[in-house]
Nanobody, 121 residues
């Protein structure tokens, strides 16, 4: 069994910063891809940032230059540093990871429970 637990959300003023964390635990042999998604009220879930094994990262155009995704492989934790936050960044942020539990199995996609980020004055 694999679990992803997000933390770090909260209320912040426009222009402020937050750092989200996503800690993975359980039966983990290999993590291929980790990503952050977000879902605002009344909108579809959207991909925010992706981290691929080997160091490759990718970002939605709306967050490029403001958000940074990173991973600490020793702690099996992913981070999302969010700077220059805007009201339109308000959403529930979800952690997603493609994880193989042993070398004989294909990876599966796992989701965290989500953490609320609210940007408001």
């Amino acid at each position: 069994q694999v679990q992803l637990v997000e933390s770090g959300g909260g209320l912040v003023q426009p222009g402020g910063s937050l750092r989200l964390s996503c800690a993975a635990s359980g039966s983990i042999f290999r993590i291929n891809r980790m990503a952050w998604y977000r879902q605002a009220p009344g909108k579809e879930r959207e991909l925010v940032a992706t981290s691929i094994n080997g160091g490759s990262t990718d970002y939605a155009d709306s967050v490029k230059g403001r958000f940074t995704i990173s991973r600490d492989n020793a702690k099996i934790t992913m981070y999302l540093q969010m700077n220059s936050l805007k009201p339109e960044d308000t959403a529930v942020y979800y952690c997603n990871a493609d994880i193989a539990s042993n070398p004989l199995l294909w990876s599966k996609s796992y989701w965290g429970q989500g953490t609320q980020v609210t940007v408001s004055s």
